[in-house]
């Protein structure tokens, strides 16, 4: 696997299950992200990772939990969602540091498409 | 704040043309990084093109260029001889150069459309 991979690609769930999304970047790089893409809104930033320990976190209702083992491996897990919370979920990774080169460019997962019955 | 607009919801052009993306956007910061990416349907986003600030010539990447207007924060990207392949959703998109700042501020997309 190369890049920034994410798991499953489309997911249904009720209101009242739990699932998880799993991201995990082969690029080495030392930040990961959470994004939520909903049609003609910006992406709009979940959390961020740095080094495993999150740097962000834009005000995400406490049903979205995110949890970053390591800095290869970023996981969202989900419970009690509201229909609203269907969208796009992206994973992206970036390596951080000196201007130039590849770094500060961000690496997209292909998004996981969440459908909340 | 940091803004990032996109005024253009969808553009089309027809293929082997030339076509303008706008952006502009909203800082007080001196140093950043302004990007933009391309999302395929259904396909994975990856990064088209990238400008430092503290660059001034334009970057380029084979048939993508940008107009970058430092003083008027225009960010726009020209796509030469377009191709069917081009047609996505392109997003504009920035970031602070302060370190240990990882917050990217990203556009609503333009969808671009091309033409045969």
């Known amino acids: 696997e190369t890049g920034v991979t994410q798991t499953p690609r489309h997911l249904v769930m009720g209101m009242t299950n739990k699932k998880s999304l799993k991201c995990e970047q082969h690029?080495?790089?030392?930040?990961m992200y959470w994004y939520k893409q909903s049609a003609k809104k910006p992406l709009e930033l979940m959390f961020v990772?740095?080094?495993?320990?999150?740097?962000e976190n834009n005000s995400v209702p406490s049903r979205f939990s995110p949890e970053c083992p390591n800095s290869s491996h970023l996981f969202l897990h989900l419970h009690t969602l509201q229909p609203e919370d269907s969208a796009l979920y992206l994973c992206a990774s970036s390596q951080d540091g000196l201007a130039g080169g590849s770094y500060n460019e961000q690496f997209f997962g292909p998004g996981t498409r969440l459908t909340v019955l | 704040a940091q803004t990032v607009t996109q005024s253009q919801p969808e553009m089309s052009v027809q293929e082997a043309e030339t076509v303008t993306l706008s952006c502009t956007y909203d800082t007080s910061e001196s140093d950043y990084y302004l990007f933009w990416y391309k999302q395929p349907p259904s396909r994975q986003m990856i990064l088209v093109i990238r400008q430092e600030a503290y660059k001034q010539q334009n970057a380029t990447e084979n048939r993508f260029s940008v107009n970058f207007q430092k003083a008027a924060k225009s960010f726009s990207l020209k796509i030469s001889d377009s191709q069917l392949g081009d047609a996505a959703m392109y997003f504009c998109?920035?970031?602070?150069?302060?370190?240990?700042?990882?917050?990217?501020?990203f556009g609503t997309g333009t969808r671009l459309k091309v033409l045969a």
């Open positions: 998109a920035y970031r602070s150069a302060n370190s240990g700042t990882y917050k990217y501020i």
């Open positions: 690029l080495g790089h030392n930040a």
């Open positions: 990772y740095n080094f495993k320990e999150q740097t």
